[in-house]
């Protein structure tokens, strides 16, 4: 589905090959099917679809949708997907989404949202975290209109090698969406959503599996009394020197150090966090080193629910 940018020069260019934002794509067959090129972009566009439709604009928004999220000034439009799950009409789920570039920053971008959607009622939404071991070119947030529509927004946005801003937008309502603005309201979630955004510092990079691009968040879970993420880094730096550029992340975000542990090959931070109702809990940050690469570290992030 974040593909989607790329497979829309299939019905502008054929096979041929051709400049992309951020690289080289080479385009191998379908001029001459188009039927065949509908069946794949309905595949990577709605995989599991069973019923319902769906459209796929070249270069525009979807047509007569009166919802459509804003966009900030000087985006240029690459495509969107619109898709109806269920019947009849007025009781289905409508899923967009748009994907454009932007002269703004990732970070910008993100402020853009921010501001524009919470001047608009909306909430920052929690029960859906996409947080953890983020790259500093790619922000995520999510937005939550509880009321009317009853509508979700996701905001990813990646700065690509040219210096723009790649955005995909998704976006749903229906009625079989429920909004969760608050830790109690996130099902499933447990103290997962405690666990913040851990941006990369200069010299770290999350690294990646075989040419696959790396997990936001990478790999990790939660419960009620438990949760952890983790992600693979590779830097030049020693495990102490990165956990002391990640450590004032963790205070920024209101976390108290308690000490700082270092042998040869591994660190790691320990602190203590509160929730919103002042319950405590333990965290800890450790780095150590992988044996499977050269400059490679496997991190992870815990917290822990202090027992009674």
């Known amino acids: 589905m974040k593909r989607f940018c790329l497979m829309l020069v299939f019905l502008l260019?054929?096979?041929?090959?051709?400049?992309?934002?951020?690289?080289?794509?080479?385009?191998?067959?379908?001029?001459?099917?188009?039927?065949?090129?509908?069946?794949?972009?309905?595949?990577?566009?709605?995989?599991?679809?069973?019923?319902?439709?769906?459209k796929i604009y070249v270069g525009s928004l979807p047509e007569g949708d009166s919802r459509n999220v804003p966009l900030p000034d000087d985006?240029?439009?690459?495509?969107?997907?619109?898709?109806?799950?269920?019947?009849?009409?007025?009781?289905?789920?409508?899923?967009?989404?748009?994907?454009?570039?932007?002269?703004?920053?990732?970070?910008?971008?993100?402020?853009?949202?921010?501001?524009?959607?919470?001047a608009q009622n909306w909430s920052i939404d929690v029960g859906r975290p996409g947080f953890g071991f983020v790259s500093r070119t790619t922000l995520n947030q999510q937005f939550c209109q509880p009321d009317g529509d009853r509508m979700f927004l996701d905001v990813?946005?990646?700065?690509?090698?040219?210096?723009?801003?790649?955005?995909?937008?998704?976006?749903?309502?229906?009625?079989?969406?429920?909004?969760?603005?608050?830790?109690?309201?996130?099902?499933?979630?447990?103290?997962?959503?405690l666990i913040p955004s851990l941006e990369t510092p200069e010299g770290v990079t999350i690294a990646t599996s075989h040419n696959e691009p790396p997990l936001q968040g990478g790999g990790g879970g939660g419960g009620s009394n438990f949760a952890n993420v983790s992600a693979f880094l590779r830097s030049a730096l020693n495990a102490d020197e990165i956990i002391a550029l990640y450590n004032p992340q963790l205070e920024a975000q209101g976390w108290t150090l308690v000490e700082n542990l270092t042998i040869p090959g591994m660190a790691s931070s320990n602190w203590t966090l509160y929730d919103e109702?002042?319950?405590?809990?333990?965290?800890?940050?450790?780095?150590?080193?992988?044996?499977?690469?050269?400059?490679?570290?496997?991190?992870?992030?815990?917290?822990q629910r202090k027992p009674k």
């Open 13 to 54: 260019v054929g096979a041929v090959p051709v400049m992309a934002q951020g690289g080289d794509v080479e385009i191998i067959g379908g001029e001459n099917d188009p039927d065949a090129l509908r069946e794949m972009l309905s595949y990577m566009a709605a995989p599991g679809m069973v019923d319902g439709s769906i």
């Open 75 to 118: 985006s240029v439009i690459t495509g969107s997907i619109q898709s109806k799950y269920g019947y009849p009409p007025d009781n289905g789920v409508l899923f967009t989404q748009v994907y454009y570039s932007s002269p703004l920053s990732p970070e910008a971008l993100i402020a853009f949202y921010e501001d524009t959607m919470t």
């Open 156 to 193: 990813t946005a990646s700065q690509d090698s040219a210096g723009q801003t790649r955005v995909s937008l998704q976006y749903t309502w229906g009625n079989a969406f429920e909004c969760a603005t608050n830790v109690a309201e996130a099902a499933g979630q447990g103290i997962y959503v």
């Open 277 to 303: 109702d002042g319950n405590i809990f333990g965290g800890m940050l450790t780095l150590k080193s992988s044996p499977v690469g050269e400059d490679l570290y496997y991190a992870e992030l815990v917290i």
